[in-house]
């Protein structure tokens, strides 16, 4: 057959890897050849000294003392090459308008306030309401004013309004309100809430107090006393929010009128704002200081026009009377007022001390944040400093011989404080920086008309920079402070404590 199965014998083949290996490794437990190392020099195992700028040689200072050599032949020649690219730029600049309506200001820009904004609402413009107060909000970005009439006596019903303005929004126009609120009668105060930035508070010309929340548009009322036996029966000059110590999430309200009367409200499920406690301001129970003349009041209950409670004790407050006196008083105070007044809580004296008076109806008083002093004005053009515990001022500075509105210690700067004025001496609002002088103001600030009295000032605690102003043309100015006016000293705390203990001895 052609094919056949058959078996072949194996070969063999000897392994040589293993001797061969074996003869090019010395450590065969390692994978990779032996390292070799050597020692290398380090940066430098001597020391030697080197010349410094002033070690020079004869040789060099010499050369120094020989006089520049100048090549003026050079030099003519660069200039007249680039003669023709220097005017051709310089002619190209005279026609740019990169710069057009920027004026150089040459003077201490640390002495400049400027108007950022002349805000306005025509309407009540047109009716010649006056801004009778102005408000920052929580935020700092909201500024409101009321509208009514301070040098009107007579009862008003007239149609008042309350205004508000967002300076952070784009496209402000200072004659458009982001927020117009209708009310009935006059709006004598404003105060925004301290921590909810769309709540504000509102007191009348007819006694009541309402809240409104800006958020809602279409009915912004949201608490109201209504005209009751509790509600004030005189113009509402000051309210005041405060914390409700029985429930953190709610505050309370605090309204001063010229009845007498100083109530507290608390808010009310219905709407409504209810009476929560009293006080009543009462000739017969202030306490008389040897120093000072008698109190000469006809009628029991004494006008109160103004308030500012202190920041270092929760239930010590000041306020401002008709009768010309500032009152210290506290809202733990038990003795009930004399004689009794229909309400329907008991109505308490807070009155104890009465501080050294002006010389006519006090329209503000302002307590500072940094020390136990406070400020009053009036209308006999004289601003009052006191301390706490004496009843004769530290000093008594007369800055108009008419009237002074408002008074407003600043929240960043402890010797610096405002003025709002009628015409005087000086211009309608005043700045003082008592580091400067305590003679006369700092500033003396334009605001209208020389007719035309500022009724009203705030601080923006936030914006610290800003400070509004509402006058009885209407308008609300906010200025831009300086920084003069805004960083304290470095020994400004201590200058204070000097000032008021030196007027104290």
């Not at 970005?141 to 008003?156: E, I, K």
């Not at 003795?335 to 009794?340: D, E, G, I, M, V």
């Not at 809580?345 to 008083?365: E, Q």
Request: net charge negative.
């Amino acid at each position: 057959a052609m094919f056949a199965d058959g078996a072949a014998s194996g070969a063999d083949v000897q392994s040589l890897w293993r001797s061969a290996r074996s003869a090019r490794c010395e450590a065969k437990s390692c994978q990779t050849w032996r390292i070799a190392t050597a020692e290398a020099a380090a940066q430098s195992h001597t020391g030697r000294d080197a010349a410094v700028q002033t070690e020079q040689g004869e040789g060099a200072l010499q050369h120094c003392q020989q006089e520049a050599q100048v090549d003026y032949t050079g030099l003519l020649s660069f200039l007249q090459r680039v003669e023709g690219t220097v005017i051709k730029e310089l002619n190209k600049n005279s026609k740019s308008h990169a710069f057009d309506g920027f004026e150089v200001n040459w003077t201490d820009q640390n002495e400049t306030v400027v108007c950022l904004h002349t805000l306005s609402y025509p309407e009540a413009q047109d009716q010649t309401l006056q801004v009778t107060s102005v408000s920052w909000n929580a935020t700092g970005s909201v500024v409101a004013c009321s509208y009514g009439r301070l040098d009107d006596g007579d009862w008003s019903t007239e149609k008042a309004y309350v205004c508000t303005w967002n300076l952070d929004r784009r496209g402000l126009n200072p004659q458009h309100p982001d927020l117009v609120v209708d009310v009935p009668s006059s709006v004598m105060c404003l105060a925004f809430h301290p921590s909810q930035p769309s709540l504000i508070a509102g007191g009348l010309f007819s006694g009541e107090l309402v809240v409104w929340d800006t958020s809602r548009t279409e009915d912004p009322v949201i608490w109201r006393t209504g005209m009751t036996d509790d509600t004030h029966t005189d113009p509402v000059y000051q309210v005041h929010w405060l914390p409700d110590l029985k429930h953190r999430q709610h505050s309370r309200l605090l309204s001063v009128s010229t009845d007498g009367r100083i109530l507290v409200w608390r808010e009310e499920q219905d709407g409504r704002l209810a009476l929560a406690e009293g006080f009543a301001v009462v000739a017969q129970q202030i306490p008389r200081s040897t120093q000072l003349r008698k109190l000469a009041w006809a009628e029991a209950s004494v006008g109160v026009t103004s308030l500012s409670f202190s920041p270092f004790d929760p239930h010590v407050f000041v306020v401002g009377v008709e009768g010309g006196y500032s009152l210290r008083c506290s809202t733990a105070a038990q003795a009930p007022a004399l004689p009794p007044m229909g309400s329907s809580v008991r109505l308490r004296a807070p009155a104890k001390l009465a501080f050294s008076p002006h010389a006519g109806p006090v329209y503000s008083v302002s307590c500072s944040p940094f020390h136990n002093l406070f400020l009053s004005c009036g209308t006999d053009g004289q601003i009052h400093l006191h301390s706490m515990l004496q009843t004769q001022p530290l000093f008594a500075l007369q800055l108009s011989q008419k009237y002074l509105f408002c008074v407003r210690w600043s929240p960043v700067r402890p010797l610096v404080f405002a003025v709002a004025s009628g015409e005087g001496k000086y211009l309608q609002v005043l700045l003082l920086d008592l580091a400067r002088s305590t003679r006369k103001p700092t500033v003396s600030l334009k605001q209208a008309l020389s007719h035309c009295p500022v009724y009203c000032l705030e601080f923006n605690s936030k914006q610290t920079q800003l400070l509004a102003a509402g006058d009885a043309a209407g308008t609300v100015k906010v200025w831009q402070l300086s920084s003069d006016f805004t960083e304290q000293g470095p020994r400004e705390m201590n200058h204070l404590e000097q000032l008021a203990s030196e007027s104290m001895d």
